[in-house]
């Protein structure tokens, strides 16, 4: 039950964010919940690959290329959903931090 409700959680907040952020779009409600689950999938499989390639940048930019990963993960979700579209790669970085930062209050609350 609480996996169900923080998938529904997620995708409001999801949607919302694409409404009130610059340059990310989504179609509808329905996208929201796409997004989300593309996202998750995305973050178990391609995640820890590119984490483990980019180990030493990462390290030499104390931590920072993280949030360069979260990005490509966002234009990823980006070119296999056709509901769901960012307009570059700094608004892919704006929506992939307010998501994270949306995503950990969630799972505060929840768990």
Known sequence: MGFILKLLLTAVLTFVLAKFLPGAHLAG??????????????????????????????VLTLGLFLLVINAVIVLLADYFLTGFKVDGFLSALIFSVALSLVTSVVDMVID
Do not use: H, R
């Open 29 to 58: 409600f329905s996208d929201a919940i796409l997004l989300v689950i593309v996202l998750a999938i995305l973050n178990a499989v391609l995640k820890p690959i590119l984490k483990i390639l980019g180990f030493p940048i990462t």
